[in-house]
């Protein structure tokens, strides 16, 4: 797999009027990835992907996709790309096929080779004959998948696609979309409100705030930081009370408490070693320790001043 991102913008910025809508984006997106936008309700998160397909024109900077700059090869660019903003739009009274038989149409090159497998992709085999208004939400959003995959894009981007689903229809798009990376190389842009399915669906996650970029990392880099390098610890041990007492004057310590399983420390990695063996001479019983990982909500809430995502 090639080293290069399949998607580099550099100084995005759209205004509207004396608006700032995006101000100044800088990321990359590497290929073969599930990338997450996350961000507050007004954060940037759908203007920046209505850019990057060419539905909203860029006031400044450029956007570049398989090498190919939006603004000034279009059309070059946005054929390595599949994608729903919003919701699929099906025409209702057509059964699935002969909707992806429609859209093919528009598309040079589809066969109905290439229809017979994107159908078994989404794994809509069963059901592609039938009426799309019988379908349930989260088959729909599968039929716009395959649409959207028919012409054989590097790049699926998704602007809030578990909209509407139920948990198993969730759950059934996020394992279709990691298989769709493994077994394709298909690089996934997808947009969420979700903070519990974004950790569970992506790779790497971009955090907007006001139309500024806050960050961007791995899923397990933002699990593992803190803005002060410590990380919270649980220490199985007995009596809690004894612990509470030896661990809290010790250097080092930027919080302790007790809670049902144990005592809660918030401390550097470093300081571990030390503290088991105070409590060792102490002759306190040690039953186990254990990194308390912080949720995504956790560290997105930490990371905007805890302005709920939406």
């Known amino acids: 797999m090639s080293s290069e991102p399949i998607v580099s913008l550099r100084g995005v910025t759209k205004r509207i009027g004396r608006t700032t809508i995006i101000d100044n984006l800088t990321f990359d997106v590497p290929q073969g990835e599930i990338f997450g936008f996350l961000g507050p309700n007004g954060a940037g998160k759908t203007t920046t992907i209505r850019m990057m397909v060419g539905l909203m024109s860029i006031t400044q900077g450029e956007i570049v996709i398989k090498g190919k700059n939006i603004k000034h090869d279009f059309e070059q660019a946005i054929r390595h790309v599949g994608a729903i ?24 090159g589809v066969t109905k080779e290439r229809i017979d497998e994107v159908v078994k992709l989404v794994k809509l085999e069963t059901r592609i004959y039938d009426k799309v208004k019988k379908y349930s939400l989260g088959m729909r959003q599968r039929l716009g998948v395959a649409q959207a995959l028919l012409h054989r894009p590097s790049l699926l981007i998704l602007d809030e696609p578990t909209n509407g689903l139920d948990p198993a229809g969730i759950r059934e798009l996020r394992d279709y979309l990691r298989y769709l990376t493994r077994s394709e190389g298909i690089t996934v842009i997808v947009s969420s409100h979700l903070l519990s399915e974004m950790e569970l669906m992506c790779d790497r996650v971009a955090i907007l705030q006001q139309g500024k970029l806050v960050d961007v990392k791995t899923i397990q880099d933002f699990m593992a930081d803190s803005q002060d390098g410590t990380q919270t610890y649980l220490i199985e041990a007995t009596p809690a009370e004894h612990v509470l007492a030896a661990i809290a004057g010790m250097k080092g310590i930027k919080d302790v408490k007790i809670v049902p399983q144990g005592v809660e420390v918030v401390t550097e990695r470093d300081c571990i070693p030390d503290i088991l063996a105070d409590l060792m001479r ?18 997105f809430l930490e990371m905007t001043g805890g302005e709920q995502v939406g």
């Open 282 to 299: 102490r002759e306190i019983r040690i039953y186990g320790v254990q990194v308390l990982r912080q949720s995504l909500e956790d560290r």
């Open 85 to 108: 903003v919003e919701n699929p739009e099906m025409y209702k009274y057509l059964s699935g096929y002969h909707n992806l038989i429609h859209y093919a149409r528009m598309v040079p």
